[in-house]
Every structure is written in C-alpha cells, then in structure tokens.
C-alpha cells in the first residue's frame, strides 16, 4: 500500500516537473512571449477599458461625426460621433467572453464524448464517430448562420453553436489518446478492483490524457475568436449599440471611403488578437510535443 | 493540425474504392438533408404568421401555412422537399416571392468567378512559397514562411479584406473598391473589379495549402529515390520537377475539399463585405430575414458541390499516386 502511495507521488512530481519544464522552454520563445503579452493585454483592456477609455463608448455628439484622429480623439470618432478609441477598448470585452466561453464548452463536451468512445470502443464508439462525421460535413460557418437563423439570434445560442461545431473535433484528439491509453496496466488495475467506468474516464484515464486536450483547448480558442468575431459581423452576435468588433466593422464598412478609421481600429483589435491567439495555441502545441 | 496523408485504399484495388468513395456522396447528402429539414422546423412561430407579420388574422396565417404546405404532416413535407430538391423543384422563396431557383442561378455564376480568380492567384503562390521553405527547413525564409502562414491562417477574411480595401483602395487608389463591375463591361473588367475581393479570399488559403505543400517537400526530400536521383548525377531541375515535385505535392491535392470548405465559409464573408451579388451573400441575406426554404436549398447546394469536389479530389489522388494506381484489384 505504501509503496503504491509512494509510486502515485513520485508520478505526480514527475508530471509536475514536467509541466514546469515545458513553461521555462515556453518561455525561451519570443514568439509565445510576445503572443502571450498581447492576448494577456487585451484581457486587461476587457476588464479595465471602463478606466482606461477617454471617453464613455456610448456617448453621441452628432456635431463631432466622422471626425478625423485628433489630439481630442486618437483614433477618430465615428458615424455617431461616438469615440473610436473608447469604442475599440470596449469591444474587447463582448469577444473575449464568447470565445473562450465557446472554446471551454467545446473541450468539455469533446472530452466527454473522446473519453466515452473510446474506453467503451464498439457500438457506442461507431454511432458518435459517425454523427462527429455527419457534422464535419457541413462548413462551420455554414452550419452557424443556418442554427442562428433558425432559432433567432441570441449570444447564448451562438456560444451553443461554435461550441457544438468544434466538438466534435475535440472528441476525436481526445478519443486517440484514449484508445492509447486504455490499454495500460494501471486501468487493467482499476478494472480490476472494479472501480465504477465513469470513476475510471474522470479520475484515471482523464488526468493522463490532460495534455493533448489542453492544446486542444488553445488551438480551438483561436478558431472560436475566429468565428464569434465573424458571426457578429454578419450580425448575428452582440447587437446596436454595443461597441463589438465585428459588429463596428460591418456598420462601418460602408462610411470607408471618407472615414476609413472607424473600421480600421477594430479590424486591427481583431487581428492581433486573433493572430496572437493562434501562435499561442501552435507554440504550446510544439512545447507539449517536444 | 496538418491532415495526415491519406493513404485510401487498400489491396481491393482502384475500381472498388472509387465505387465505395462514390456511394459515400448521397448517403451524406442525406444526413445533411436531415440535419437541415430538422434545423427548418425549429423557426419560432408559425412560417405564416413570421411572412404576413402581427396583424394578420389568424385565419390570412392559417390559409397561407395551408397554401405553402405547412399543415401536413412532417414526413410528407420532408419527402416532398427531398424528391423537390433532386428533380430541381426548388419551389418560391416566401419572402422575395421569386422562384428560389432563378434566384440561385442569377448568383451561382458570379461565386464561381469569384471564387476561380481566388484559385488562379493563390495557387501558385501557395506552392512556390510551400516548396520553397520545404526544400530548406528550419532556415530563416521557412521560418518566416511559416510564422506569416500560421498568422494569416488564423485571421477572419474580413478583417483581412477590411485591410485590404482601406490600404489598396481607400488609400493607394490601386484597385477598385466595389466589387461588381459597371453594366454591360467586359470580361477584363469585370476581373479587375474582382481583383480586390479575391486578394482578400487569399490569406486563409494561403496559409493552409503553403503548409501542406512545405510538409510534403520536406517529407519527400528526405526520400531514399530522392537521394537516388541526385546521386546518380541528375541536374537539380530535373530532380526537383520530376522526381519530388509530383510526390511531394500529392497530399496537398487531398486538403482540396478542406479549401473548398474554407472558400466557402470566404465567400460569404467576402461577398458581403464587397456587397457582390454571390450566393454567399444570398445565403446570408436569407438567413438574416429569416427565408428558411430559400436558405435550406443554398445549404443543400453547397454540401453537395463539396462533397463533388472532395470525391474528385480524392478519385485525382488515386489516380496520380502511382503506389494505388498500379495496385493489383
């Protein structure tokens, strides 16, 4: 019994060692400090932006419309009068609550799925393997419009939906390394001392399979930044008037010609998060399959 | 995050899994008929009542649901849409009152413009990139190749084509920034309008074809027929066109039906951003005023030339790959 505590400890140093290891080598990397820098930045100007914008977003001054950068307004005003700059902060905070919303929704019912179908195997395993095929047929995108159509547009239905579609991508990492797993004397074990299944996939299988579905989980919150910031700039997320980005960039589009600012700035918030998210998600990938 | 390659087929040969690959297509389209029909019938409220708005009587509601068929059973409309869509009797759209088929072919050519000017420029330049920083990983161009692929890969087209028209058009005054050409112009045009919405199609294309392309270069220089051929005192052209080329670039052929799916996803963003009468912006506009039949039939469209194109793509891999080619059936 000792000796099984003993082995159970020195499994967990181990791991965390290792997990310290991959963090300094991640850490070497300019390119995953300086993503982290600017993904971390924006986190802080989405809880924050109500200190550190100039002016409330929110505030019209239709005499001030269309008003070029100025000492006054950085980045300009917009169609409104409204101030770009405090705009572009603000709208930090609709995007970075519905993607990782997504994303998180998306690893949970993903691992649920993986873990299910691939410590049953057989029957249970083919029916979600081919409904997970079923709705990779589809584009997401496609598939989004057509749910948020149909049910109405609501920010919880769009998180609903970018979650459901990248599921099944999630479920077929994590079943993987299931299968890999499963066939490991220390489950042959827990067999055997009849630990319930449901006590086996959460307690044994899912803290050894944890680091696949943590890249899962980085590399998915860069696609849901990527499709929340598109699906509201159809405008089917975050409404009039709030200072989304997505949303300010398709009002704006059609002001491009004389105040080509106004949508410039949150194109450009978009863009360096998405970017950033995205190479953060690919360094961590690299760092845990090193 | 790069697709394995693909190895299809087994010993059966080429002829059984072309047969199997094909079969494959309508069984698809009809999980996908289902999951659409399913999505239809889940608009709140009554189709009626949504098309003649809160102060039609119940009885104008009650006699137009009757007129468009929303009375009868679930299995009969679901039949009667199926076996419409496959003979091309697509129906009226309830809300433009136009036949939803005049309204698709009137769009569809456009898209397909669109989407070939996106092909012809991204390509090229996809491949040239990938095989470039394949022939010499790790130096400083493949890093850099691969680092602005990765970035442009995760940005949304519109933001992308918000950058493109503000730097190239807005500013520089290069290209046009409407998308549709003048009435009654000419091919050249009409392509010079398009320039600046295929350019901003390009990015997430780019990003992905360009890595397929730089896995597969770098995979196969390593190849022992690879060190062969230069051995054997071949010039450097040869071994390159020849030699690796055509097998490096294989499994960036199978990622074809994964661009289609991006392009269009692209499309309708780009359609829209451009305001270009696609259908991209057709499926979008029907989605936004909740035209559920017209939107259901562009759905069905689009997964089925997908699932077309994906099947060429891979029946165009079995027959280029000479190890499936040649296999005994």
Known sequence: ?290 | MLAARRRPVSMRGLRGYVLRRMLLVPVTLLVVSLIVFALAQLVPGDVGRAILGPYATAAQVHRLDAQLGYDRPLLVRYWQWVTGFVTGNWGNSPVLQVPIRSLIAARIGNSLLLAAVAFVIVVPVSVLLGVLSGLRPGSQADRAISVTGLALLGLPEFVGGTFLLVIVGVLLHWLPTTAQAPPGSGLATRLHYLLLPALALVPVLLGYLSRMARAGTAETAQAPFIRTATLKGLPRRVVLGRHLLPSALLPTLTVVSVQVSYLVGGLVVIEELFNYPGIGKLFLDSALTHDIPTLADITMLLAAIYLIISLLADIGYALLDPRIRLAPS
């Open chain 1, 1 to 290: 019994m000792t000796a099984i505590i003993q082995a159970d400890t020195s499994a967990a140093v181990a791991g965390r060692a290792r997990a310290h290891g991959t963090l300094r080598y991640l850490l070497r990397r300019p390119a995953f400090v300086v993503s982290a820098a600017i993904a971390l930045g924006w986190v802080v100007v989405a809880i924050a932006w109500p200190v550190l914008a100039p002016y409330p977003p929110d505030q019209v001054h239709p005499l001030h419309a269309f008003g070029r950068p100025s000492a006054a307004h950085l980045l300009g005003t917009d169609w409104l009068g409204r101030d770009v700059l405090s705009r572009t902060l603000a709208g930090s905070s609709s995007v970075l609550v519905l993607a990782p919303a997504s994303a998180l929704l998306a690893v949970a019912v993903g691992t649920a799925i993986g873990l299910t179908a691939g410590y049953y195997r057989g029957t249970v395993d083919m029916v979600l393997m081919r409904i997970t095929d079923a709705v990779v047929t589809i584009p997401g995108i496609i598939l989004d419009v057509l749910v948020l159509a149909s049910f109405g547009r609501s920010e919880l239905v769009l998180v609903l939906v970018v979650a459901a579609g990248f599921a099944p991508l999630v479920s077929r990492t994590v079943r993987a390394a299931v299968l890999a797993e499963r066939e490991r004397d220390y489950i042959d074990a827990a067999r055997l001392r009849q630990e319930p299944a449901v006590y086996i996939m959460v307690a044994e299988l899912l803290p050894n399979v944890l680091p696949p579905i943590l890249v899962e989980l980085t590399i998915r919150l860069g696609y849901a930044v990527f499709a929340v910031a598109t699906l509201s700039f159809f405008g089917l997320g975050p409404q009039q008037p709030s200072p989304d980005w997505g949303l300010t960039v398709s009002l704006g589009i059609q002001y491009v010609q004389n105040a080509p600012w106004i949508v410039l700035a949150p194109a450009a918030a978009i863009g360096s998060l998405v970017v950033s998210v995205t190479i953060l998600g690919d360094e961590i990938r690299a760092a845990v399959e090193r």
